[in-house]
């Protein structure tokens, strides 16, 4: 049997395998895996990696109190960059509002009144300096928000009242977040103040 023939039957082998595709390699080709292995390999990572539905809100997790973390620090410090990833992002706002400019509508309702919120938070320095993380509690008022004109082209859960729970000198002390919207998995804060 040639080293044609061979290739052959290992490309029918895998097209079974498979179940797409066909054995058409010339002899220049014999190294290379069939063309319907490479194509199907990318579907099915594509399959895997689709983000999560945003159909159902996200649970509370480790992932989620990391990033509750960095709020604490961004106020600490006084650079809300440090919390940038706790901020709904610049990407999913474009992609899910009705708006002739979203990316300037995100820097506007979204990116000033965060950066704002941190500042003004951090005045009280002395509170956020020394204060050590306890928890994020995701409100109770959670409601799926109705994709109309001028706003969510998607049904987004939003909730309210969330709250970061953290301890300074012994002492517990909360910091209420004013709005949170869950996309693609994540909860991210919308509105702080």
């Not at 309210?160 to 909860?187: C, N």
């Amino acid at each position: 049997m040639n080293a044609t023939g061979a290739s052959c039957r290992i490309a029918l082998a895998t097209w079974l395998a498979v179940g797409a595709g066909a054995c058409r390699q010339t002899r220049s080709e014999s190294s290379m895996p069939p063309a319907s292995v490479l194509d199907a390999a990318p579907n099915m990572t594509a399959v895997a990696s689709q983000p999560p539905d945003d159909a159902t809100p996200p649970s509370e997790n480790e992932e989620l109190a990391n990033r509750a973390r960095h709020l604490l620090e961004a106020i600490a410090a006084d650079d809300p960059r440090l919390a940038s990833d706790l901020l709904f992002p610049r990407d999913g706002w474009i992609a899910t509002r009705d708006a002739s400019d979203a990316g300037q509508e995100w820097d506007k309702h979204v990116a000033t009144p965060f950066r704002r919120a941190v500042h003004k938070l951090s005045r009280r320095r002395a509170q956020f300096d020394a204060a050590e993380f306890v928890s994020l509690e995701v409100g109770a008022s959670m409601q799926q928000q109705t994709p109309r004109r001028r706003a969510w082209k998607k049904p987004l859960w939003t909730v309210r009242g969330s709250r970061v729970t953290f301890i300074v000198e012994g002492r517990t002390r909360t910091l209420t977040i004013r709005e949170m919207t869950a996309w693609r998995g994540h909860w991210y804060v919308t509105r702080l103040r």
